[in-house]
Every structure is written in structure tokens, then in C-alpha cells.
């Protein structure tokens, strides 16, 4: 069964940091791009980063200069790191991948479940 | 505050059609596809129309989409109880480049 387990997540003082993993497994991974969504409590969702397998990688401005997106193939693995988090990073934090099974779609067509990340003094 | 606008809510009765919309510019709508991903109660949001009016593998016929200038909606036609859930839009801005999501428009199925 494919999946993307995302893990890492945590409570964290203002200013800290945090690094995300998402692992995917139960498939040969033949993405294009992969992308961190996050939705705060009660909230919509919010486009936090995108990273092409070419290696670039976009942002959204709310989290520009703080975040890194990577991955290493090798691991199957997706990393977000968190530095200078804030109270407005905390979210729900999900994974998300354009191809799921054999197909592969201009849009996050695989998601993980989601990992908490709570900012708080 | 949302780069796309959608309606805030939108109800029907099992049976009725119910339509969202999502309006945006020239910079994202206008200019790129879009997609719209449904999110069950607790759960991670789900692909369900993407490239404006396709529907992938598994979502049901009565879920369509439509894209015209700058704007797009999602209609449930046959509403079922399964579908009350929050739906985005979403396309990709090029003036920002990055992805946008909608305010996101919850359907309750009374």
C-alpha cells in the first residue's frame, strides 16, 4: 500500500526549531514535485513549500528565509526544517506528492495524514 | 486573508445540486489550471477535480468543474451525505510563484 508518514512533529518554544520527515513507501517513487501544506486549527489550508526533483524549490512568502525544503531520494524521504518558528507556524502539517499509483497529476494527488507542530512558550 | 475567494458556505438536501465558486486574477486562475481537493471531517484533504474539469480515478461522476477567465466552481450534482466536507480551490500564482488554496467553502448535506 502506498503511504507518506510524516513524523518530527512537536511543541516547540517561539524562535526553536523543528525538522519534518515525510517517508514514503509502497511505491517507486516517480514524482515530479512534492509540497508541505499546513492548516492551522480551525483554519483553511495554506501552500507552505513545493521541491521539483530538479532540485528547486519555492515558498510561500510566510515562511520564506525560515524554512528549507529538501529530499533525498535515497531515503524516500521528504524534509521540511523549521527554524525561527513562530506561534503562527503552529498547524497541522501534511506532505503531499503529484503522483499517486501509476498516475501522476498537475496537482497533490497523494497526501500524508499529517504531523503536529505547536509553537508556544 | 486568501488569495482565492470562495463562497463561505453552501448547503443542499440529499439529491439537490450544490455549486461553489472560486474567484481569483489574472496571475493564478486566469493564467493557470485549477485544482480542488476535498476535505473530510478530521482527515487529510483529497484530490478531486484537477486541470479544471478532470476527475481522477475513483471520484465520482457527480463531482464536476468548470473554469471561465479568472474564475472556477465545483458542482455536486445528486448531493449524498458522504459529501459534506470542506472544499479548496487551488491553482498556482505567478506573480507570487506558489501554489494558492482557497478560503475553502464547507457543504453541509442537511
Known amino acids: 500500500e502506498e503511504q507518506l508518514v510524516e513524523s518530527g512533529g512537536g511543541l516547540v518554544q517561539p524562535g526553536g526549531s523543528l525538522r519534518l520527515s515525510c517517508v514514503a513507501s509502497?511505491?517507486?517513487?516517480?514524482?515530479?514535485?512534492w509540497s508541505w501544506v499546513r492548516q492551522a486549527p480551525g483554519k483553511g489550508l495554506e501552500w507552505v513549500s513545493l521541491?521539483?526533483?530538479?532540485?528547486?524549490?519555492h515558498y510561500a512568502g510566510s515562511v520564506r528565509g525560515r524554512f528549507t525544503v529538501s529530499r533525498d531520494k535515497s531515503k524516500n524521504t521528504l524534509y521540511l526544517q523549521m527554524d525561527s518558528l513562530r506561534v503562527e507556524d503552529s498547524a497541522i502539517y501534511y506532505c503531499?506528492?503529484?503522483?499517486?499509483?501509476?498516475?501522476?497529476?498537475?496537482?497533490?494527488?497523494?497526501w500524508g495524514q499529517g504531523i503536529g507542530v505547536y509553537v508556544s512558550s | 486573508q486568501s488569495v482565492l475567494t470562495q463562497s463561505p458556505s453552501a448547503s443542499a438536501t440529499p439529491g439537490q445540486r450544490v455549486t461553489i465558486s472560486c474567484s481569483g486574477s489574472s496571475s493564478n486562475i486566469g493564467s493557470n489550471t485549477v485544482n480542488w481537493y476535498q476535505q473530510l471531517p478530521g482527515t487529510a484533504p483529497k484530490l478531486l477535480i484537477y486541470s479544471n474539469n478532470q476527475r481522477p480515478s475513483g471520484v465520482p461522476a457527480r463531482f464536476s468543474g468548470s473554469k471561465s477567465g479568472t474564475s472556477a466552481s465545483l458542482a455536486i450534482s445528486e448531493t449524498q451525505s458522504e459529501d459534506e466536507a470542506d472544499y479548496y480551490c487551488?491553482?498556482?500564482?505567478?506573480?507570487?510563484?506558489?501554489?494558492?488554496f482557497g478560503s475553502g467553502t464547507p457543504v453541509i448535506v442537511l
Open positions: 509502497g511505491f517507486t517513487d516517480s514524482s515530479n514535485y
Open positions: 503531499g506528492r503529484d503522483c499517486t499509483g501509476s498516475t501522476c497529476y498537475p496537482a497533490l494527488g497523494h
Open positions: 521541491v521539483f526533483t530538479s532540485g528547486t524549490s
Open positions: 487551488a491553482a498556482w500564482d505567478d506573480r507570487l510563484r506558489g501554489y494558492v
